[in-house]
């Protein structure tokens, strides 16, 4: 996807600014297209649509930032783009399979 100028652009933005208010609109127009021509050219390139590709990126960065410090989970939800804690804990346990504190002590003691 980073090959393709359109998809390049959008996969850019989203990774400089995860937390950013996202939508297939605002995307397609940073990368120069039509919605539904953005849409289709984006899971061609990377095989998920926009808003799955842009979710599951911002649960790595949150997985990384719960593995990485001290933060609670609503500083992580909010540094990841998520409104509020509950949100992002439900978006968590559904891509990840558990609610992120839950998370964060499993990997923990399987760290020590």
Do not use: C
Request: glycine share 8%; net charge positive.
């Amino acid at each position: 996807g980073l090959r393709d100028p359109f998809v390049g652009r959008a996969l850019a933005a989203l990774h400089r600014n995860p937390d950013r208010a996202w939508t297939i609109e605002s995307l397609a127009t940073d990368a120069g297209l039509s919605r539904s021509a953005f849409a289709e050219r984006f899971t061609l390139f990377t095989g998920s649509p926009p808003m799955h590709y842009l979710a599951n990126w911002r649960m790595q960065l949150a997985a990384n930032h719960l593995l990485g410090g001290t933060d609670s989970i609503a500083v992580i939800a909010n540094r990841v783009g998520y409104e509020s804690e509950a949100a992002f804990s439900r978006a968590f346990k559904k891509l990840v399979g558990a609610p992120p504190s839950q998370w964060r002590t499993r990997r923990t003691e399987q760290r020590a």
